[in-house]
Structure formats: C-alpha cells, structure tokens
C-alpha cells in the first residue's frame, strides 16, 4: 500500500478501487485437444467417456479490446494522480495519440466517470465513480458480514478495526471500518489501497502465497516501512504466521502503531480476507496484543464459514 496518510482524497481513493476492480483480460490461449494414435483402440476411452458423461472443457479465448483497455489505463491514471491532468500529459504517460486519448476522456465525461475543469482543460475523476465505487462494495458479502463483528471489536478493545480483501499478491483494498473512541485516529479509509505485503497482513498473504520465495523476496524489498526490517527477520515471522494463524507488525509499519491481522481463507486455501486491527503499541504490548489476535482469530473463523467462497 502507499502510506496511509498518503490516501486523504478518497475520490482518488475509490477512483482507485474501482479501476482495480477492472482487471486488464490476458491474452487467450487457444489449445487443441490430444489426436488419438491410430495404432490404439479408442474403445476403452469411449466407454468411459459415456459412463461418465464428461465433455471436454473448451478454453475462453478473451479478445482485446482496444478501447476499453485505454479508457480503464485512463481511470487508474487520474485516480492515482494528486492533480487533474491535461490531455497531453494522460497521453504521453499512457503513450496514447492525443486525439485518441481526447475522444475517450470525451466519452468517460458523458458517463460522468471523468470531469474537466473549463477553465484550465484539465481532467480528473468524476462522481459517477462514487457510486459505481459504492454499489461494488455494498454488494460485496464481506463488507455486510464483517461490519458487525468490526463494530463489536473495535468497541470491546479500543481500537481501530479494519475489513480488507486481497488478491495474492495485487493491492490490498479496505473494504469495511469501524474506528475506535481512542485519541489515536489512523488516515484510512473504505476504498484505501496498500501494497499486498505490506504491515501484518502482508505477513499473511506472503504465508499463503503460491508466488516462489525469490518473487515475494523481490516485492518484499520495494516495501516502506517507519522502522526497517531485514529479509531474514520477515521470513522468520511469515513462517511463524504459518503456525499460529494470525500475524502482529510491532511498530514496523508505523512507529508506535501495532498491526494485528487474521486471515479469511478461501477454498483454495489462499488469504481472501483479513480482519486488522489497529493501535497504540503500548496498549498492545505483550500477552494483550495476543489475546486480541487470538478474539479476532476466532470471529474470523466464524465469518469464513459464512462467506460464498468457502462453501
């Protein structure tokens, strides 16, 4: 994730979510069936594929689409950017023909997914993206099932309390929140976006990934922290995650800030969720810090058996 005070513009925020949302389509593979030797008899195979009733599974061949393609590269730029931006600016970052790039911000402004200031011709997110944004999150599972058990949390230990959904190793996106009525107020909001090995739950996804350790290795080196941690140490504790089930960050992420996280698996056995839980590290110390991982550790079992991936 970027820093979490970094992310105080939550249009850009939710721009951000919903563009991630969109996934660019890889390019289709197309595979031809095996050709049967001659020399054998396909009697034996035949028989059974008529007991079994089996047909063989086609591959989805997925055909670009130009079109869609730049105008979703256009979305993630201005959600990203701090600043409207100027066409030539949008082309020459997404090495776009200016008059293509023009027509496409033309028809993202009719939907009302892209804005142009008319005095400065710059662009930038429009509010249409607020509600595709929220009709995403709302619809999720997650987000209603896990906000209660936030609340609940977040009221009985006094700390802030978070909701998130990862994909392996592709950003991290906050999806539910509950704060605290602690003094201590974390800048992050619904629609957040954070590196996905980042903090406690990074801890997680690296313990479940199925990237190879010299792939995690070379992402885990890009991360930011307040308070620096060696590879070595890391990989120590990922394989403590393993063991235990939940994984604490003790002022590494943010100085003076303990991270608590605890996954929620999916049926391929891989981080889908994770419930996080923030707060000062002096109120965390020790055995407290642990009792909270293993309160949490047991809401999220419950909540795994009621999401739709696990059944």
Known sequence: MDSMTALTDPLAAIGNTWAG???RAPSGISLRPPIASPMKSSSSSASKSTKTGAKPTKPVRVRPVPGVTRAIAILRLLGRSAHAMGVKAIADELELVPSTCLHILRAL??????KIDSDTKRYSLGTG???????????????SLAQPVLDVLANEWNVTMIG?????????????????NAPFRLHVDVGSRFPALVSATGRLVAAFSSETWPQIEKRFKALRWDKPIDLATWKREVEQVRKRGFSIDRGYYMSGVTVIAVPLLDASGRVAHTLVATGLSDKLAGAAGTALALAMKKEADALSTLLPSRR
């Open 164 to 180: 998130v959904e990862t994909h392996d190793m592709e950003p991290m996106v906050v999806l539910a929140l509950s704060r605290s």
């Open 129 to 143: 993206m607020l509600s595709l944004a929220r009709s995403a999150i709302e619809s999720s599972s997650f987000a």
């Open 21 to 23: 949302l969109v996934r």
């Open 109 to 114: 402004i009719v939907e009302d997914l892209v």
